[in-house]
């Protein structure tokens, strides 16, 4: 069953400091790649995906993600976090069955 | 600015009734899904149409749940009878889903507590 991994349920980062969110998926074949964000009491938004175009992805506010076959990984990074930026976010895949499987999220705080 | 539209936003219900979710898609969608995200088990997949037509709602408890699209601007998700397990945030999101790649718009959820 295709899946993902987030590590670290809440994390922690000062106003500032880089954020770094890590996601690791289970495949050998490369599969859709997405970081969501949730604010409270909203949907979830994308933040960016990866569909194979480009190893290094940019997304909304400032935030970039790289896929890495040969780890399996697509962290999630922003150089300086700003308050704003706390939220839950979320990494999903999909293999190419219309499926979305998400990650058990991360809660990011900022602490100023 | 194309939205998913889900109503309602919140609801409480005592155990037994009857709960009804609506989810209006995006125009031109393709495809349908329906999350449930709970404290414990975060986002559950329970069920998915592609051109209205349900792939998988294998997610779905079976014996109380049911989920349809009557048209292509309505889903419904219904409980019946909704016991307090259930209590949940309840999302719908719609995609333009071409080759696999299952990109998916959010609404803002229908917030179920049932007593």
């Known amino acids: 069953a295709q899946s993902v991994t987030q590590l670290g349920s809440h994390v922690s980062v000062s106003e500032g400091a880089l954020v770094l969110l890590r996601c690791n998926y289970s495949?050998?074949?490369?599969?859709?790649l997405f970081w969501y964000v949730q604010y409270p009491n909203q949907g979830l938004q994308l933040l960016l995906k990866y569909t194979s175009a480009a190893t290094l992805v940019k997304g909304i506010n400032g935030f970039e993600a790289e896929f890495k076959k040969s780890e399996t990984s697509f962290h999630l990074t922003k150089p300086s976090a700003h308050m704003s930026d706390a939220a839950e976010y979320f990494c999903?895949?999909?293999?190419?069955?219309?499926?979305?499987?998400f990650g058990k999220g991360n809660q990011v705080v900022v602490i100023p | 600015d194309a939205r998913v539209t889900q109503t309602p936003r919140d609801k409480v219900t005592e155990m037994g009734q009857e709960v009804t979710m609506r989810c209006q898609p995006i125009l031109g969608h393709n495809t349908v899904f329906w999350y449930r995200q709970t404290m414990m088990q975060g986002l559950e997949l329970l069920a998915y149409f592609r051109n209205r037509a349900p792939l998988d709602d294998s997610g779905m408890p079976k014996d109380r749940f049911s989920a349809e699209m009557p048209d292509a601007t309505l889903a419904t998700l219904k409980i019946q009878p909704s016991e307090p397990r259930d209590s949940a945030v309840y999302f719908c999101?719609?995609?333009?889903?071409?080759?696999?790649?299952?990109?998916?718009?959010f609404g803002q959820g229908t917030r179920l507590t049932v007593v």
């Open positions: 495949s050998s074949v490369p599969p859709y």
């Open positions: 999903a895949v999909s293999y190419g069955n219309n499926r979305l499987a």
């Open positions: 999101a719609s995609g333009l889903v071409v080759g696999g790649n299952a990109e998916a718009f």
